[in-house]
Each structure stands twice: as C-alpha cells, then as structure tokens.
C-alpha cells in the first residue's frame, strides 16, 4: 500500500461537517456573481431609500404622510434586492450544474444532501449578515434625508419599526433560499429565475381576474403579500399579520428546498 | 481496485453501459478502451456514484464509492467533460475541492506545482486552454494523493511535452502500487502506458486483456499483427521467413509484409542469415485495425441485436 503524501483527517462527523462547509464558503466567495448580486442588493436598498427621502416628502400631503407606512416606504429597495438575492440564491446551485463543477463536488462530497446542507447554511448565514444590515442602512438613510419635522419620521423604538427592519433582511434571506430550492428543483439558471419571479410576480396578476371575496381571502397566502407582512408597520387589508405571513413564506421556502433535497439523491448529477 | 459487476445503465432507449463486468487491478496501468460513445464516460459516472446503475454494481477498493466519507483519498477522478466553474480561479477551484475532504493549502499548491499550473493559479479557469484545463483536472485527481486513478481521456488537447509527462506520472503511480484506470479512444495512445486493456464497444464488454498479448495478437482474439521489413534482399528474406512458416502477406519492391512473425524472429533470421535490414517495424495501423476491427464486429452484433441502441443519446452526449 503506497504512503499517502497528505496527512489523513479524521473521519468523525463534526470536523466533516465543518469541512464541507468550509469549502462551500470557499465556492461562494470565490465567484465574482455572488459579490456583484450582493452589491446590487445593497446599493439598490441603499439608493432607493435616500431618492425617496428626497423627492416623496415634495409629492405627499401633510394628510398622506400621515397615513403612510413611512418605514416600509424606507425599505422600498427591496423591489430590486429582492430579485438579485433570488438571482444569488438559485445560481449558487445552477452555476455548479451549467459549469460542470457539480460532478467534482459530488465525486467529493458523494453525501448529497450534506452538501446540500453546507450550501443552504453557508448562503442563508451569508445573505442575512448582508441583508440585515442594508435594511438598517436603507432605515437610517431614509430617515437621514427626510426634512427635519417631517411626519415620516420615524424611531427605532416606535412600535413594529425594529421588527420591520430587521424583518426585511429575514425576508430577503428566505427568498433566497426559495430560489436555492428551485434551482437545486430545476438545475438550470435560466428556468429557475423564471420560476421564482413567476411565483413572486404573477399571482398577484391572476387574482385581479378573480371574484373579489377571492381575492381577499386569498391575496395574503401569495407569496409576495406573506413576504410583506414582516416590513409593514400599519395594517394593510392585504396582509396576514407580520410574523403569521413571514411564516407563510418560510414554507413557501422549506417546501422547495425540501423537495430539492429529496430530488438530490434520486437524479443522476 | 475497482471491480464492476454486470454494470448496465440505460437511458430512455438506449443502453449506454449493458451487463459490463471487470476488474481493474492495483500496481497496474489498465486501458479503458472504446469508440466514441462506447460507454466509456458512462461507466466512470457510475463508478463515482454520479450516476445510478440501471443493474448491477461497482465498487472502489471493496466498498461502493458513495460510502466513503473523504473521498479523495480513494479515488482521484478527471472526467472528460469540464468539471470547473470558469469564474473561479485555478487555485480557488482546488482549494473548494480539497476543503471539503479536509485537505489544506499546501497540498493545492503542491498540486498546482506538480501539473504545472501555478504561475497560472490566478487566472480565471474560464479562460483556460484545453490543456491547461486538462492539468487542472488532473491536479484535482491529485488533490487526495488516492490509491485509485481513474482519469477520462487525459490527453486530450495536451502537447507532447504534457502527454509524455502524464505518461511517465500514471506509470510512476502504478508502480507505487495504485490502482491507475484511464481511457481512451485512441488504441495507439493506451499501447504505450497501459499493462492491461479493457474494451468495450456499445456498452459491452469486447475483450479485457494485457497489452502485451493483444499487441503479440495472443490473446485468443485471433487478430494478426504485421511486421513491414525493408531490405535490398527482400526475396530471400521472404523464402527464409516462409521455410520459418511465417506468410508474406505483400511484397512492394524492397518492403515485405509480413504476417506470422514478429520484429525479433524476423531480425534473428535476417542477421543469422547475413541479410542487411534497412528498416524493420510493428505496424502501428495493424493495431488500430486489430483495435476496430474488434469494436466493429461488436458494433455490428449490437445494431442487430438493438436497433433502438444505434448513437449516442442525447444523455450520453450531456455531459
């Protein structure tokens, strides 16, 4: 039996575990698309929230700042982060597929689902500490910008603020992690993006041809609206209550990946 | 070693690797040998566990490959599609590879050194030439230093400088005591490194074989290998090789074909008899004749046998 040149690791769970995280961490941050998206949804919440501080205050009155949910109006970035969040999570799977480079991860790592769940964690633990923190940016930026005594301004403390901001970055992240579960579904980039923007846009499409008591008891279960909840700070007819809609949404995510997972070991790769 | 036991894989209509059954031993180079769309490609995702067997099974030193926890100590694999994502760095390519079977940066960088490739480990992957793509594949196979190689057509689009030292490297691992697996559609490629062949033609098994025997045409496959002599006595030298009982099989002015004998019989019996050899060689074309003259005869069973398993199918080309 030949010497092995390189010291042999231990077998036990834990360092694999650890070690196969490692190398999906390795895989995300060694791509320029996952600096690119990430950039995109940061400046795109950041940008957005400083244009609508300076030009919105002009364009209300008095009486609609009143009533306006100034803080979900602050993380009105979120109609572009979202889509390049979903972008980031369907090809960090896809991209593996369309390059190739899932044969040598899976000739590696043969325990697909393990892999599967070293990339989940690693992309999930990436975008939260992203998203989370452009939310707060895109909060204090708009906030920043407002014209002193404007009735938008909000605090921190004020009631439903906190868990709305914060909130915005669960949602992000979950949403990522939905487009992960259709691309690891679909495998290719292309078809999964259309997927998740299909589910996410064209629903609320399809409701406007439906009888209005439909649509009222429908409208909150879709997943843009469930998405919404967690950002909304005054109550909206079209909403479930925050955390009862953030949860909608997580199902919505764990249903994809959960079939992705069971897809994984069942298809040639 | 890596033992195939009525391996068979078929996709929709066609059957891409049919009841394939082999073994390929350790401190040996073995030749995996096929046309284009023999099964060859196939039969190595299935090793890896990339693909499920429709039937039968395979193991890697015993155990089936998906039940190794790391992998790349066992077996280092290249398989001839590209394996790397274009955006990713050589070096970042490898070090994601190695990572997840625990293997740190020293042995990256070892590897990049080995294949040649670390003036190059920053760049891009994407813009790599095929060979250099070729020595990333390699150097990924490496990573786990395995006591299995198993390699897809590692020459392609390698110089001659590349393929001598991908050569001489499986050589050096076979005599380490590894396990060394490569294919190739090329007989004339495998002669040279391989101790053992193994061929296959429509997704069956044709012959498997040593080099040496299928070379002297003593395999029992009944093929013949011809010798061409050159010689300003090529009449006598044709009457002394007849009374030996080996055929002439052509004579062309001073060149005889020969048939029946080897180079050494003829040499011995041209130098005891005083008779000047001007050239003297085992044709090379004789091999690839031998070589597609076995994986037509099979070709040729298995399109009467199948006729829905003509081509390659479009799963077999996805790759």
């Not at chain 1, 390795?26 to 698309?33: D, F, M, W």
Request: glycine content about 10%.
């Amino acid at each position: 039996m030949p010497a092995t040149i390189t010291a042999r690791p231990s077998d036990a769970a834990l360092a694999r575990y650890s070690d196969i995280l490692r190398s999906e961490f390795c895989k995300l941050r060694s791509v320029r698309s996952t600096y690119w998206t990430l950039l995109a949804a940061v400046s795109s919440n950041v940008l957005l929230a400083a244009l609508l501080a300076i030009f919105l205050p002009g364009r209300l009155s008095a009486a609609a700042k009143v009533t306006t949910d100034a803080t979900r109006v602050s993380l009105g970035g979120l109609h572009l982060s979202q889509v390049a969040i979903g972008v980031l999570g369907v090809l960090v799977i896809t991209s593996e597929y369309s390059s190739g480079m899932i044969r040598a991860t899976l000739a590696a790592v043969p325990q697909r689902r393990l892999m599967l769940a070293a990339k989940t964690i690693v992309f999930a633990v990436t975008v939260l500490l992203t998203a989370i923190p452009a939310c707060f940016a895109a909060y204090f930026i708009f906030q920043a910008f407002l014209p002193a005594s404007d009735p938008m301004l909000t605090s921190l403390t004020d009631p439903g603020v906190l868990r709305a901001v914060i909130g915005a970055g669960l949602f992000l992240t979950v949403l990522g992690l939905a487009g992960l579960g259709l691309g690891i579904i679909i495998r290719s980039s292309a078809g999964a993006i259309a997927a998740l923007f299909g589910a996410l846009f064209v629903p609320p499409l399809v409701m406007t041809l439906l009888p209005q008591s439909w649509q009222t008891s429908v409208t909150p279960y879709l997943p843009m609206n469930a998405g919404a909840a967690i950002f909304a700070v005054r109550p909206d007819a079209s909403l479930l209550a925050p955390w009862t809609g953030f949860a909608v949404l997580c199902l919505y995510a764990a249903a994809t990946l959960v079939t992705g997972f069971i897809l994984i070991n069942h298809r040639d790769a | 070693m890596i033992e195939a036991a009525g391996l068979s894989k078929r996709y929709g209509a066609t059957q891409a690797v049919d009841d394939l059954s082999f073994t390929v031993p350790p401190g040996q180079v073995t030749g995996f040998l096929g046309p284009n769309g023999a099964g060859k490609s196939t039969t190595m995702r299935l090793i890896l566990g990339l693909d499920a067997p429709t039937a039968g099974s395979v193991t890697v030193n015993g155990r089936p490959y998906a039940t190794y926890r790391r992998p790349l100590f066992e077996v280092g694999a290249m398989l001839e599609a590209q394996t790397f994502h274009g955006g990713r760095s050589a070096r970042n390519h490898l070090l994601s590879i190695a990572l997840s079977n625990g293997i740190g940066r020293a042995r990256v960088s070892k590897v990049l050194e080995l294949v040649g490739l670390d003036k190059a480990d920053r760049k891009r992957a994407g813009g790599f030439s095929l060979g250099m793509s070729q020595r990333l594949g390699i150097a990924a196979a490496l990573l786990g230093d395995p006591l299995v190689l198993m390699l897809d057509e590692p020459v392609n689009g390698l110089d001659p400088e590349g393929v001598l030292w991908i050569r001489n490297l499986l050589k050096a691992m076979a005599a380490e005591g590894r396990t060394v697996f490569l294919s190739s559609h090329l007989m004339s490629e495998v002669a040279l490194t391989a101790d053992r062949l193994i061929i296959i033609g429509r997704g069956r098994l044709i012959t498997e074989t040593g080099t040496e025997a299928f070379l002297r045409g003593t395999d029992g496959s009944g093929a013949v290998v011809t010798v061409r002599a050159r010689s300003r006595h090529a009449a006598e030298l044709a009457t002394l090789l007849l009374a030996h009982g080996a055929a002439v099989a052509g004579r062309d002015g001073d060149i005889l074909t020969v048939t029946g004998a080897d180079c050494d019989t003829v040499g011995e019996l041209a130098a005891a008899n005083g008779l000047i050899l001007q050239e003297l060689s085992a044709q090379r074309a004789s091999l690839e004749d031998r070589y597609l003259e076995l994986t037509r005869d099979a070709a040729d069973y298995r399109a009467a046998g199948h006729p829905a398993a003509q081509g390659k199918t479009a799963q077999a080309d996805r790759k």
